[in-house]
């Protein structure tokens, strides 16, 4: 049974950083690309950023790229996004999951929330 684990959400102003950590169980974690997605307040659940199996290659939306980083820890089974210079439109539930084909392969888990105050 996949468990998706995410923290480290909180309030942070405009400009400042937050780092979440998503503890992935269910699967080889090893094995799988994956990812992070957000869904703001009436809006449906986007793709923030990914990472493959080994660590070697990223990929991040438009609207992260050059301000997000994400990496991965396989020897913990964890997944980070290191946020800086969040902007008020970054506020949202962060959620994590196991990826592949562009897409999310399981149930979402409670998730964290990110709010970026003006």
């Known amino acids: 049974q996949v468990q998706l684990v995410e923290s480290g959400g909180g309030l942070v102003q405009a400009g400042g950083s937050l780092r979440l950590s998503c503890a992935a169980s269910?699967?080889?974690?090893?094995?799988?690309?994956m990812g992070w997605f957000r869904q703001a307040p009436g809006k449906e659940r986007e793709f923030v950023a990914a990472?493959?199996?080994?660590?070697?290659?990223?990929y991040y939306a438009d609207s992260v790229k050059g301000r997000f980083t994400i990496s991965r820890d396989n020897a913990k089974n964890t997944v980070y996004l290191q946020m800086n210079s969040l902007k008020p439109e970054d506020t949202a539930v962060y959620y994590c999951?196991?990826?592949?084909?562009?897409?999310?392969?399981?149930?979402w888990g409670q998730g964290t929330l990110v709010t970026v105050s003006s």
């Open positions: 269910g699967r080889t974690f090893s094995s799988y690309a």
């Open positions: 999951n196991f990826y592949s084909d562009s897409n999310a392969l399981d149930a």
């Open positions: 990472i493959s199996w080994s660590g070697g290659s990223t």
